[in-house]
């Protein structure tokens, strides 16, 4: 039987050649991503603005009103209301911004979302709600300080893994490459205006798991590859590690990609924009993995010596006693 | 590495298969088929995103406890004073910024007033929660200190959680969950619940409950206008009431607390039809209760729920059974809420409904149905990928996966984690990244073949060498799945469970496992090439 190789056998890609430019393209990723974030804003669901959220599903009818519910849900005095499609073309999510000092007030916000969906039932007697969030100012608050904790705790403590099972100049890499996909990931949510929710704050936290495993299996390699090719100029040993991973990079890849696929398309629609993180992180990661880690270690100046244990002067001593120097 | 002695064969299968076989019931309970009932029954719970059901978080205002014990500090000085014999008599009395401060009309009795309060001011824990100060030699300003406040928060949630438990149980809904979070709010998760309003209504309401006498001096339109006469309070009708938007004007003391009731039920008044609610006191206050209206038959009294007035009756005759009526133009549902709410008691502090979810039953079902299907492509896609491009080593990863899925779900319905919308999007990334273990070792092994390796050596390479990065990759992955779980709430914690034993049964089986069904096949065949 013919197996599939999606990598030839001896592929020799020279990836490091562009590590220039592309380290380049990757701070203006980074920066741009940034800028985005800075202009456009991100969209933040109930979970981090806080308001009220309705989720309704239009049983009997293609495709939503979602003209008609802007205009009647506008017309109750709240202010804008934010309706979108969420999922299938026949349910929306209808987002109605708290009245300023309501959060004090129990049951104010509740009494709004009961109030939404007893006009649009109404009005449109096929909408079935599906869900209704309400989140105070306060609490929201909490949530967005407690998701950029979880960010930065998990970005600190993994490239300290990664500099205590490495050297400092990987923990580094490491760093970058997790700053590169948190921003770029950021970035298109920024874009798109994608609604940027607590789920999508765990699609990150996937996507930094998921990154890392592809630039520890890369620096695994390295560090092998240093300690068994001493002369080798950096550059190329990186060159040849990465395509000696390459098969492995883009079999994983594959199969996350395969699995993930499916969800996107048949998926719960509650999940899309969860889901649609986590793919557009397994693109954005391995890439950075190739050309942000890899480039880094190169500037920071590892050497095959990293790995050597180095000789202090105490072993230096017992050497000298046992007669050996 | 080859060698598999007979006991740590028979180890591995072993809890593979326990593992496994805790996840049936799972299997069967969503497939729509019956798990035998003699059979035990772990099961994984759905969480509410998926089950349907609302999920809500109360918190109490530290403010509102410290006020409140303002308020009872002052009710106690003034009752210790008015007791003392000779009276001791007392004025300008303010409670402001956190303190009680009251003048003494002769200054010779500050050494008694002290002595009187002092004792009360310690509470049953060894925490001093007063400070006591003498100013101008005539003036006794009590401050409650931040641990007499802590405490007493303290004591209102526990009690409050306590009252919430009773109120939901009333509901007769199916396990829900109250669980005390942090220093001031309360987590209550009610699993396919109908009707989250009468749920919201349930616990919005304090149900503290007075009967206070109207003050029939003050003049109608300084009532309106807010201004209280001597010795009274000005309390607004409560919304729904014939008379809302109206104010009535109560007498401050003399009034009667609800919170002695050892009953309450909604019913009907026979004579009008209005829904009502039947209470019945105990002893002390039903002994109270007829004092009240024997003193005060001809007068009205108002009935006043959270500080709102639902009714003012007249006294028609001395209510002496321990048993009363209270009235409000009540709808049926709205009486039952009350009767319910009186029965468990008031909470002792007001609670807010800071975050509110609900998920309707429909769309849970319909999630997981969705999520099942798209589980199911993804991993009939991941399969064929690997069957094509590992053969039989494709087929070892692919029995691990199905393994490694059963033993995450068996697991889970064991240790009583709950299943999220979110938590399946983890079992679909579990899928997608478990076979990252077999691909790293797969292709090693394919790399020593092509450096001439001899079949069992290249096999043994293969594990050892991919074994390294197998175990930083991983453990990196728990670091941050352990961030996630740090600090999500409810449904992302559930991605971030599944997540993490997805990582370390996806090892034991991608590792462990595979490397047990290779061995077994090499040592049987000692095939002299391999394709992979």
Wanted: net charge negative; aromatic share 8%.
């Amino acid at each position: 039987m013919k197996l599939l190789k999606l990598v030839p056998d001896n592929t020799n890609i020279k990836f490091l050649k562009l590590r220039v430019p592309f380290f380049v393209l990757s701070i203006v990723l980074i920066v741009g991503s940034w800028a985005a974030v800075l202009v456009n804003g991100l969209n933040f669901g109930v979970d981090f603005a806080g308001g009220q959220e309705v989720r309704m599903t239009f049983e009997e009818r293609e495709q939503a009103p979602i003209p008609g519910l802007r205009e009647l849900v506008g017309g109750l005095g709240y202010g804008e209301p934010v309706v979108q499609e969420f999922g299938a073309p026949n349910q929306v999510s209808i987002r109605v911004p708290l009245p300023e000092g309501v959060e004090d007030t129990p049951g104010a916000a509740t009494a709004i979302g009961a109030k939404v969906i007893a006009t649009i039932a109404k009005q449109y007697p096929d909408a079935r709600t599906d869900g209704n969030d309400t989140v105070s100012g306060k609490v929201a608050g909490e949530f967005r300080n407690q998701a950029i904790l979880a960010l930065l705790a998990a970005m600190a403590a993994v490239s300290i893994y990664i500099w205590v099972r490495f050297e400092w100049q990987f923990g580094v890499g490491a760093m970058f490459a997790l700053v590169h996909d948190v921003s770029v990931t950021l970035g298109l949510f920024a874009l798109t205006q994608w609604e940027f929710s607590l789920q999508i704050v765990a699609a990150i936290l996937a996507i930094i798991g998921y990154s890392l495993n592809d630039t520890i299996v890369v620096y695994d390699r390295i560090r092998e590859n240093l300690k068994k090719y001493r002369k080798m100029p950096l550059a190329e040993l990186l060159d040849l590690s990465v395509n000696e991973t390459l098969a492995r990079t883009v079999m994983t890849s594959l199969t996350l990609f395969v699995a993930l696929i499916p969800l996107l398309i048949f998926g719960p629609p509650s999940l899309f924009g969860m889901v649609a993180a986590i793919t557009a992180g397994l693109f954005i990661g391995t890439y950075s993995s190739i050309y942000m880690a890899g480039p880094l270690l190169i500037w920071m100046g590892v050497t095959s010596d990293s790995f050597v244990p180095t000789e202090t002067a105490l072993d230096r001593q017992e050497k000298i006693a046992r007669g050996e120097a | 590495m080859l060698e598999f002695p007979l006991w740590k064969k028979l180890w591995l299968w072993g809890v593979t298969l326990a593992f496994a076989v805790l996840s049936l019931p799972s299997l069967f309970n969503v497939s729509g088929l019956d798990w035998p009932a003699a059979l035990p029954n772990p099961q994984v719970n759905l969480g509410l995103d998926l089950a349907g059901g609302s999920h809500l978080l109360l918190e109490a205002k530290a403010d509102d406890v410290r006020v409140q014990r303002l308020t009872n500090m002052e009710e106690t000085v003034r009752q210790l004073m008015r007791n003392a014999k000779p009276r001791i008599r007392i004025g300008d009395v303010s409670t402001a910024n956190g303190q009680l401060s009251f003048m003494l009309n002769d200054a010779g009795d500050i050494d008694r007033a002290r002595g009187l309060i002092e004792p009360v001011m310690q509470g049953a824990t060894v925490t001093r929660e007063w400070d006591l100060a003498v100013v101008d030699g005539q003036r006794i300003v009590l401050t409650q200190t931040d641990a007499g406040v802590d405490q007493a928060i303290d004591d209102a949630m526990v009690s409050a959680t306590e009252v919430v438990r009773r109120r939901i149980d009333e509901l007769g809904t199916r396990e829900p969950t109250i669980i005390r979070q942090g220093d001031t709010r309360i987590v209550v998760q009610v699993p396919g619940l109908e009707d989250p309003d009468a749920l919201r209504d349930l616990l919005g309401q304090t149900a503290q409950l007075e009967f206070k006498l109207v003050d029939l001096n003050a003049l109608p339109e300084n009532v309106q206008a807010g201004i209280a006469p001597a010795g009274s309070e000005i309390y607004p009708y409560a919304p729904g009431t014939p008379q809302s938007g109206g104010f009535e004007a109560v007498r401050r003391l003399g009034g009667i607390r609800g919170d002695s009731l050892t009953g309450a039920q909604a019913s009907v008044d026979p004579q009008t039809g209005q829904n009502i609610v039947n209470i019945t006191f105990d002893a002390q206050g039903g002994t109270k209760f007829a004092k009240l209206t024997t003193e005060n038959v001809g007068k009205p009294f108002a009935i006043i729920l959270d500080g709102q007035v639902l009714s003012a009756p007249n006294i028609n005759e001395p209510i002496l059974g321990g048993q009363a009526r209270i009235s409000g133009s009540f709808t049926a549902e709205s009486a039952n809420n009350l009767a319910i709410s009186l029965r468990s008691g008031a909470l002792p502090v007001p609670l807010a409904v800071v975050e509110e979810r609900t998920v309707g039953p429909d769309l849970g079902a319909d999630s997981i149905r969705k999520g099942l299907l798209a589980m199911g492509i993804g991993s009939l896609a991941v399969i064929a990928l690997m069957v094509a491009s590992y053969g039989r080593f494709g087929v070892y990863a692919t029995a691990a996966l199905v393994l490694n899925v059963l033993m995450l779900l068996g697991i889970m319905a064991l240790g009583g984690f709950t299943l999220t919308l979110p938590g399946i999007a983890g079992f679909v990334i579990t899928i997608g990244a478990a076979v990252d273990a077999n691909v790293l070792i797969n292709e090693r092994i394919r790399e020593e073949r092509a450096r001439g390796r001899k079949v069992i050596a290249a096999v043994e390479t293969g594990y050892k060498e991919a074994s390294r990065a197998i175990w930083d990759a991983n453990l990196t992955n728990v670091i941050s799945g352990l961030a996630l779980f740090a600090f999500g709430s409810g449904p992302v914690k559930g991605f971030a469970v599944v997540l993490i034993i997805g990582i370390i049964t996806s090892v034991f089986t991608g590792v462990t496992l595979t490397r047990m069904f290779v061995a077994g096949w090499l040592r049987r065949n000692r095939p002299a090439d391999i394709t992979i």
